[in-house]
């Protein structure tokens, strides 16, 4: 009885990491920290995100695509008041184009990605979320580690979120873990 679960499980793993797929469909989810500037003070909490991206696009080793990601990242630390305040909580919904390419070393993966929506934060100031339009630029790195798992090894983007009649810069490193759908 427990060399067939036993099996099954070999089987099943051998599955799933010998598939020859080529992805056109990747869902990732990140641990990310974002840094948002308010009246040139910074604040760095920490979250999570996740997205999806389909590459729609092939030309030579390019691949062309659209990503929908989220995220919330949040701190004791206030933008006022130091630690055990407010906090600060930083979220967005942003959407946009996306292109990838394999190296000589098809097991690395580096991506560029422009994305726009909306963004909010209390901005360490208030228990409110405002927020507006967002913009941020992306740009990272995938290490293939099966052939349906990547590892997002790092991922770097600088943009702005509109609030509150003005521009708060913001800034986000993360990564995480990427599965390829077939």
Known sequence: MNFRRLSLLLALTVGVFSVSARAQLGVYGTVNVQQVSV???N????????GVYYDFKQIGRI?????V???VASSKQGNDNGFNGVGT???TALGGVRASTTLPVNWIKPYLQGSVGWGGSNFGA???IS??????AFAGVD???APIMDVRLAEFGIGSIHANNSNHELKTISFGVVLHLP
């Open 143 to 145: 290490l293939k580690v």
């Open 63 to 67: 691949k062309l695509g659209a990503d």
């Open 89 to 91: 909580r930083i979220h």
């Open 69 to 71: 990601r989220g995220s």
């Open 43 to 50: 604040v760095a909490p920490v979250g999570g995100g996740g």
């Open 126 to 128: 208030s228990q409110n």
């Open 131 to 136: 927020g507006g339009l967002a913009y941020e």
């Open 39 to 41: 009246s040139g003070k």
